[in-house]
């Protein structure tokens, strides 16, 4: 099985006709994430895919409690070979009560970001990797009308987005929802450029 090392993490990929195969968003988000992450920390990861980002924050940072939650279930599997506590269910749904009962102080999330019409869905789970409705920001807006019950005060959530997700958009949206919005990282990458957004709860 291919694997790859980044920051002191090795994470074994699994099949990438089925599992995400992490690129430059999750390399960007995975870097911003190690900035951001402190011991002690409780962290919360929704759609961990191959467990890239997860894999390494534990890789970097011995004392942090992690769990992540992810929607196809050969990405489970993979983030399962790569030691992560995972969970298959759609954004928060799944998550058990005694993780219900706890608040995370950072929520991380690489959503499928591309505005995508019915013709351009692929079949099979990767396309959960992608798809992001027409407006590219369904996934996103589903998961940021819930995050708020899910942090402690004080808390943050780091979210990868592209410069077609509509920057505008998602910062109007956070900032309604009582987020402090910044922009913590950018890249560009080929047609578009890559985001990483933080947003702190007031
Ligand atoms: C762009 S990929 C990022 C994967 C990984 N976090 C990374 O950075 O390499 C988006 C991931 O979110 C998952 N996903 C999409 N919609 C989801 C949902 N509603 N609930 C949980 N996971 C979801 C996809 O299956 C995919 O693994």
């Not at 920390?41 to 940072?61: K, P, Q, R, W, Y």
């Not at 309604?176 to 947003?199: C, N, P, Q, T």
């Amino acid at each position: 099985m291919v694997e790859i090392e980044y920051r002191k993490a090795r994470i074994k990929l699994g099949d990438t006709d089925l599992v995400y195969e992490p690129a430059e968003d999750s390399f960007l988000l995975a870097d911003a994430a190690l900035i951001e992450a402190k011991p002690g920390m409780h962290i919360l990861e929704i759609g961990t895919g191959s467990g890239f980002v997860s894999a390494v924050l534990l890789a970097n940072l011995k004392d942090i409690r992690l769990v992540a939650t992810e929607i196809n279930p050969h990405a489970v599997r993979c983030a399962k070979m790569n030691g992560i506590e995972v969970i298959r269910t759609d954004l928060f749904k799944g998550l058990k009560p005694r993780h219900q009962e706890t608040r995370f102080d950072l929520i991380l999330f690489n959503p499928p970001y591309l505005p995508t019409s019915k013709e351009e869905k692929i079949p099979g789970w990767l396309n959960y990797a992608f798809d992001g409705g027409t407006s590219g920001r369904e996934t996103l807006d589903r998961f940021l009308d819930e995050v708020r019950d899910y942090l402690k005060p004080g808390g943050k959530i780091l979210v990868l987005i592209s410069s077609i997700t509509g920057m505008e958009a998602v910062k109007e949206k956070m900032e309604k929802l009582g987020f402090v919005v910044e922009v913590v990282a950018r890249k560009k990458v080929s047609f578009e450029e890559l985001i990483v957004v933080r947003g702190k709860l007031r």
